[in-house]
C-alpha cells in the first residue's frame, strides 16, 4: 500500500525547511506520494517537483489558500494544481497582499504588550514581508525566551483574545474553489478539527464547499486526535466527500506529527488519490 502525505510546508511559506530537505524527510521516513501545499505560495514547487524526481518519490503540486468563512480563518487545500494557471497565480498573490500591514499591526500589538521589535524579529525567519505570518511572531518570540516553544506562543498570544491578534481578510471560499478548479485540482478543507464552529455552522460550511464544487475533506491529519480522524471520516462518508491525508509538517520539533508519520486513513471511505493511477 502506498503512503500519501499531502499536506506539507517548505521555507517558502511558514516550513523551516527548503523544499529540497522536505522531499528528502519525506523519502526517508517512507512516504511514496509527495505534496508540498506552502501557504498562498506556490514558488517553491518546481524545486519540491526536481527534488522529488531524484529521489524517485512521487509529487503532487499542492498549495494551501487562506480564506475567511463566517469570521474565521479557513484553509482549503488545492491538490494536483497547474502551478502556472493565471487566475490562480494572481489569486494568490491577492491573498497575499496585505500581509505584511498586518504584520506591522501585530509588531505594535506586542509592542504594547512588552515585546519590542516583534515586526523586525519576525522578518529574520522569512525574510519576504510578503509571506510573513504569526508562525514568524511566533518563531521570534521562542527565539527572545518569550515562550519556550511555538505551542505556548499560540496559547497566549496571536490568537483571538491575546495579545497580537490581528484578523485579515483573506480569500472567499467560493474564490478559493475556483482558483483550485480552474487549474485543474481538487479542492480540500484542511484540518476541519482546528475550527471553532458549532455543529450548524459546521454543516453549513460542508453544504457550501460541496455546492461549490469541492470534494475532500482532510480526514487524517496531524492537527486532528484518533478520535478527530473517525468523526470526520463520519463527515467525509456522510457528505459524500473524498479522503485526504497529510502530516501538515513544518518542521523537526515544531510539527506534532512527522512527515509521513500518519496511519492510514479509517475504513470505507474513498481516497482523494483513488483516480490517480498511482
Not at 494551501?64 to 494572481?90: K, Y
Not at 520539533?253 to 512527522?258: I, N, P
Request: hydrophobic share 40%; proline share 5%; with cysteine.
Amino acid at each position: 500500500m502506498l503512503k500519501f502525505d499531502l499536506h506539507s510546508h517548505s521555507n517558502f511559506s511558514d516550513g523551516l525547511l527548503t523544499p529540497e530537505r522536505v522531499a528528502a524527510r519525506a523519502k526517508a521516513n517512507g512516504v511514496d506520494v509527495w505534496a508540498l501545499t506552502d501557504h498562498d505560495e506556490i514558488s517553491g514547487i518546481a524545486g519540491a517537483r526536481a527534488a522529488a524526481a531524484q529521489l524517485g518519490l512521487k509529487y503532487v503540486s499542492g498549495v494551501e489558500i487562506s480564506i475567511t468563512w463566517a469570521g474565521q480563518t479557513v484553509h482549503i487545500v488545492g491538490l494536483r494544481i497547474d502551478e502556472t494557471n493565471p487566475a490562480l497565480v494572481q489569486g494568490l498573490a491577492s491573498t497575499r497582499n496585505g500581509r505584511e500591514r498586518r504584520a506591522r499591526e501585530i509588531g505594535d500589538q506586542l509592542a504594547t504588550a512588552g515585546i519590542p521589535d516583534a515586526y523586525e524579529g519576525a522578518l529574520k525567519h522569512v525574510g519576504n514581508p510578503d509571506l510573513i505570518s504569526r508562525t514568524h511572531f511566533a518563531r521570534y518570540m521562542v527565539e527572545i525566551g518569550r515562550c519556550k516553544d511555538t505551542r505556548e506562543v499560540f496559547a497566549n498570544y496571536l490568537t483571538e483574545g491575546n495579545p497580537g491578534y490581528v484578523p485579515h481578510r483573506w480569500a472567499t471560499l467560493q474564490q478559493s474553489i475556483d482558483w483550485i478548479r480552474g487549474a485543474g485540482g481538487v479542492a480540500v478543507i484542511a484540518h476541519p478539527g482546528r475550527y471553532k464552529y458549532s455543529q450548524l455552522e459546521f454543516g453549513a460550511l460542508f453544504d457550501e464547499f460541496k455546492q461549490m464544487g469541492g470534494l475532500a475533506i482532510e480526514v487524517t491529519t496531524g492537527s486532528h486526535t484518533p478520535e478527530q480522524y473517525e468523526e470526520y471520516a463520519r463527515v467525509a462518508r456522510s457528505y459524500g466527500f473524498l479522503a485526504s491525508s497529510g502530516s501538515d509538517f513544518h518542521g523537526p520539533g515544531e510539527s506534532r506529527v512527522d512527515i509521513g508519520g500518519l496511519p492510514p486513513l479509517p475504513a470505507g471511505l474513498t481516497p482523494v488519490w483513488h483516480d490517480w493511477g498511482m
